[in-house]
């Protein structure tokens, strides 16, 4: 199988983020990392691979500075990295899913190669909007899983695992297919010394999809936060006395 992984850049998430002197988040000084879901649908690819056989190719939309990124997955498992240079300002998930499909077909077009299975990650941390692979498969016109923690091969397509509320649903799927990828039950491989090493030589070309495209979602204004307050402690002689002041309290502020 043909595997495309499609992954993006985002700032940490394990650093609190403030908005600047304009009201925009500052991010100038967080650090860039794979988006989550994306490395879940990176590591899932390349067990696939490793017990299955065939290639996988990641790719990011960006410039030069997704470099490193695309490096880290080509040591933890990527055959092969690009970076996609349509970067639109204020892209929303309607204009990344049309660059993202426009880069599929570049990107069979320059390996000579079709993609069986195009896998995203479930939603980006930073806008979380979680509509992005809907959107491609539907301009692809291919079948799409969501929700995705382990697929398999099958009788020439895939037995995909989806997670629900309820449990889990076993769906068989053709190819050329979508997969919305979540968090399995595994984490991510870490790259070793010789890998990074491997990963460093590997060239990353840096492709135009060709695409001019308008957001149709426009930002207003971003808000942090609201910050919670510091709860009360209550710490009476008794337990009795607590319970009755908690009580009190609660009548006081109109909740009970």
Do not use: H, W
Request: with cysteine.
């Amino acid at each position: 199988m043909e595997i495309l992984v499609c992954v993006k850049q985002v700032p940490d998430a394990d650093v609190e983020v403030k908005l600047n002197a304009s009201g925009a988040p500052d991010i100038e000084k967080i650090a860039p990392v794979i988006n989550p879901f994306d490395g879940y649908a990176l590591e899932m690819a390349a067990r696939y691979k490793e017990a299955n056989g065939g290639t996988v190719t990641v790719m990011s939309i960006g410039d030069e500075g997704v470099k490193d990124i695309m490096k880290n997955c080509l040591a933890v498992g990527a055959d092969e990295a690009y970076i996609i240079s349509d970067v639109i300002e204020g892209a929303d998930a309607k204009v990344t899913s049309e660059v993202i499909a426009a880069a599929v077909a570049k990107l069979e077009e320059t390996r000579g190669k079709k993609f069986d299975i195009v896998c995203c990650g479930k939603e980006s941390t930073d806008y979380a909007c979680g509509i992005t692979s809907q959107l491609l498969a539907q301009k692809l016109e291919y079948p799409e899983v969501v929700d995705v923690i382990a697929f398999d091969p099958k009788d020439g397509g895939l037995a995909v695992k989806k997670e629900t509320e309820e449990g889990y649903n076993m769906i068989e799927i053709g190819t050329p297919c979508v997969l919305g990828i979540i968090k399995p039950d595994y984490e991510p491989r870490y790259p070793t010394m010789k890998s990074k090493m491997a990963a460093r030589k590997k060239d990353v070309p840096v492709i135009s999809a060709g695409v001019e495209a308008a957001p149709a979602v426009k930002t207003i204004k971003v808000y942090e936060p609201a910050k919670k307050s510091a709860g009360v402690k209550i710490k009476e002689e008794t337990f009795e006395e607590s319970a009755i002041k908690a009580f009190n309290m609660l009548v006081d502020a109109k909740v009970l």
